[in-house]
Each structure stands twice: as structure tokens, then as C-alpha cells.
């Protein structure tokens, strides 16, 4: 069975500073798939970035990267020059369907 | 772009009602699924399907059951509703890949409440 684990069930954030959110998981598989997902007050859940747990180098997307350590089976989100837009729910996944409880950003201005 | 609807946002029912919650995606996906969300519980995997009359509970499949017979349709069916089953629905797809694993895109959710 896979767990996912997020410890911060809320974390707040000066506009334009960076924040870091935390992951682990436990997995008996070799080779999977990890997400963050996030969901927007009110809208639909997307996609932020996918890491490929075979790949040793982390994944980025514009303001948003990852730090995978395998060995120690966790999977940081940090978020780089916050914006307003950037407030939600954030959600840790691990091979498509198994989801962490999610922590929620705030956002201050 | 890729839009997966569910057929209602909103909808109160009473206990012991039978519920239909559909879903439906335009992008051809072979995976679909449905999830619960409920605060500091995350979302739940209740069922899913990677084709067409084809389905594969998940981790509380207890209460509900599922229908897919078009490849763009899935139903979520609560035979006997109850209050605990009052929570947050969505619906997501996805392509089927061999150890793969490819991003989901969600509905806008179903917020059910059962009284």
C-alpha cells in the first residue's frame, strides 16, 4: 500500500517570498510517478508539476520546483516569488490516485 | 482543451434516495475516476474505470457503484444514500499508459449533501 503524507495542513506566505511545502510517502514500488496538484478556492484542480521517480533531476516549472530525495522517499514543493493567484489547496500524489490530505496556502498581500 | 463536466455542482437528496452522478470527458482519455473529498482526509479513490464496461474499486468503493458504457461516460450510482456520503465529488480522466503515469483533469465537483 502507498501512503502519502503532508504535515503542514496550512502554511502562509508573504506575496513575493518563497515557500516550501512538505511530502513523504511510502511506496514498495522501484518505479513511480509523484504530482502536486493544486485546487484554487472554488475551482478546478490542475496540474503544477510531475516528477518521474527514476529521474534523479528535479522537475521544474517556472516559478514552482521540486525536491525529490528518493532515499528518504520525500517530495517538497517549493514555490519561488509567491503571488496571489498562487493561494490554494495543494495536494502531494503519488502514482496518479493515491493523494495526500492536502495543505492549504494562504497568501498575504 | 481538455474538459471533463460533472452534471451538477450542487445537490441535496434524502437518505435512502438512489443518487446519479455523471461524468463526462472530450478527450478521448481510457481512465476515468471517481474520488470523495473531505477535509484533512484529502480525496479518496472510490472507483475507476480504463475502459468501457470496465472498473476497479478503489480504496472505499462500500456504498457506491459505477457505470461506464461509453468511453466518454462515467457514472457514480449511490444505491441507498446516506448522510455519510455527504461530502465532495469529482470526476477525473486521464490516458491509459503502461507503468506510466499521466496527469488527471478534474471536474468542477459534485458537493452533495444527504439529509
Known amino acids: 500500500a502507498q501512503t502519502v503524507t503532508q504535515s503542514q495542513p496550512e502554511m502562509s506566505v508573504q506575496e513575493a517570498e518563497t515557500v516550501t511545502l512538505s511530502c513523504t510517502y511510502d511506496?514498495?514500488?522501484?518505479?513511480?510517478?509523484l504530482f502536486w496538484y493544486k485546487q484554487p478556492p472554488s475551482r478546478q484542480m490542475i496540474l503544477v508539476i510531475r516528477?518521474?521517480?527514476?529521474?534523479?533531476q528535479n522537475a521544474t516549472e517556472n516559478r514552482f520546483s521540486v525536491n525529490f530525495q528518493k532515499a528518504a522517499k520525500s517530495f517538497s514543493l517549493k514555490i519561488s516569488d509567491s503571488q496571489l493567484g498562487d493561494a490554494a489547496m495543494y495536494f502531494c500524489?503519488?502514482?496518479?490516485?493515491?493523494f495526500g490530505a492536502g495543505t492549504r496556502l494562504t497568501v498575504k498581500p | 482543451d481538455v474538459k471533463v463536466t460533472q452534471s451538477s455542482r450542487y445537490l441535496v437528496k434524502r437518505t435512502g434516495e438512489k443518487v446519479f452522478l455523471e461524468c463526462v470527458q472530450d478527450m478521448d482519455h481510457e481512465n476515468m475516476f471517481w474520488y470523495r473529498q473531505d477535509p484533512g482526509l484529502g480525496l479518496r479513490l472510490i472507483y475507476f474505470?480504463?475502459?468501457?464496461?470496465?472498473?476497479e474499486k478503489g480504496d472505499i468503493p462500500e456504498g457506491y457503484s459505477v457505470s461506464r458504457e461509453k468511453k466518454e461516460r462515467f457514472s457514480l450510482i449511490l444505491e441507498s444514500a446516506s448522510t455519510n456520503q455527504t461530502s465532495m465529488y469529482l470526476c477525473?480522466?486521464?490516458?491509459?499508459?503502461?507503468?506510466?503515469?499521466?496527469?488527471?483533469?478534474f471536474g468542477p465537483g459534485t458537493r452533495l449533501t444527504v439529509t
Open positions: 511506496t514498495s514500488e522501484s518505479d513511480y510517478y
Open positions: 516528477q518521474e521517480a527514476y529521474k534523479q
Open positions: 500524489v503519488v502514482n496518479d490516485m493515491r
Open positions: 474505470s480504463y475502459d468501457v464496461k470496465m472498473k
Open positions: 477525473a480522466s486521464s490516458f491509459l499508459t503502461g507503468l506510466a503515469a499521466y496527469e488527471q483533469y
